[in-house]
């Protein structure tokens, strides 16, 4: 995605185009996430699931901060981030459905996606086991001089394992270019933040590692894609890492069927009227003078897409017992 700004003043103002393909982004992966969740309740889609509905504006944010060329780190909870990043959702879909047309060949699924040609480290299920991995890429970044970066997704519930602590404490004292990214939703599957940790800021722990860090609406697509652009701009510049704390929330249960009976109705309803794509299209009908129509068309060509990526996926190659060895260390 390019990320057009043609006012480089106080208030940026965006070109037509970037901002109707943050929505489309926006969009993409929410009705990619429903649409797997119905295939997968009904059965039809085998393996489980970590879904990020409400969580779009991060990914969507970040990744339109991010060269074509840039690496990213995800997590089990990865779709979005892989279509952020341009990853097509054929060869995600198909992924799903253990397919030997998917980005990892079948063999990864939904908490693997991954292309390392569009620059996503294939997702890492391992709390925390991204942070290390993106410090690790960024050294190869600044060893050969090639100005790339890495942006590294984790959750809340990262930041209070080892992993975090050293990767993160690497970067600070080589000055790698990473921008770390948290996704604070409040919650590490069933537990709220406030009961794993005292100082729920999460940004602020960027200072005891000496480098800068920063809270924001994670919820606004623009305000995450403005942090990111400053962030990823500082790391270029081998003034990195940055952290980036983006407050979000998950409306979905944190895998399979979980009814998310822990997070408080009043709780659920506050995050929900803060929804990051009505949010985003209030602002581009409001402010911008987008006609309603133009989204609408937007989301069916999205569900149009999905559609057929799905009807392809049901009928795509399932990996033989001859692809078993191959693409493994032995
Ligand atoms: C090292 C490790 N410990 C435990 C787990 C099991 N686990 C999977 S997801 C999860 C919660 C993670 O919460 P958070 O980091 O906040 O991410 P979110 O699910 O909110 O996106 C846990 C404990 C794991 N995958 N890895
Ligand atoms: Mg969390």
New binding site residues.
């Given amino acids: 995605m390019n990320a057009t700004q043609t006012n480089p003043t106080e208030t940026p103002s965006y070109e037509r185009d970037f901002l109707l393909e943050l929505y489309r982004h926006l969009v993409l992966i929410r009705e990619f996430e429903e649409r797997v969740k119905f295939l997968f309740l009904e059965g039809t889609m085998p393996g489980t699931i970590h879904q990020c509905q409400g969580q779009e504006a991060t990914a969507t944010g970040v990744c339109a901060a991010l060269n074509d060329d840039d690496f990213i780190t995800s997590t089990f909870r990865g779709h979005g981030h892989a279509l952020a990043k341009g990853l097509t959702v054929q060869e995600m879909m198909d992924e799903l459905f253990g397919a030997s047309t998917g980005c990892a060949k079948g063999k990864g699924g939904s908490m693997h996606m991954g292309n390392m040609e569009k620059g996503m480290i294939p997702a890492i299920a391992i709390v925390a086991g991204g942070v290390p991995l993106a410090a690790g890429i960024a050294l190869a970044f600044k060893m050969k001089k090639t100005k790339q970066v890495a942006g590294c997704f984790f959750?809340?519930?990262a930041v209070a394992e080892g992993a975090f602590h050293e990767g993160v404490n690497m970067a600070a004292i080589w000055d790698l270019p990473v921008v770390f990214v948290c996704?604070?939703?409040?919650?590490?599957a069933s537990t709220h933040v406030s009961k794993v940790m005292k100082n729920t800021t999460i940004s602020d722990r960027a200072a005891s590692y000496g480098f800068r860090g920063e809270t924001v609406d994670g919820n606004d697509v623009l305000a995450v894609f403005e942090s990111a652009k400053k962030a990823v701009a500082q790391c270029r510049a081998g003034e990195g890492p940055v952290l980036l704390e983006l407050l979000t929330y998950?409306r979905t249960g944190h895998s399979r069927r979980d009814p998310c009976h822990y997070q408080a109705k009043d709780e659920r309803e506050q995050w929900f009227s803060r929804d990051p794509i009505d949010r985003f299209a209030e602002v581009l009908t409001g402010e911008y003078a987008i006609a309603p129509d133009e989204l609408a068309a937007i989301k069916s060509s999205v569900d149009q897409e999905i559609t057929e990526a799905i009807e392809a996926a049901q009928k795509a190659p399932q990996p033989t017992l001859d692809d078993l060895l191959e693409d493994v260390f032995a």
């Fill in positions: 959750g809340d519930g996704e604070n939703n409040l919650y590490g998950r």
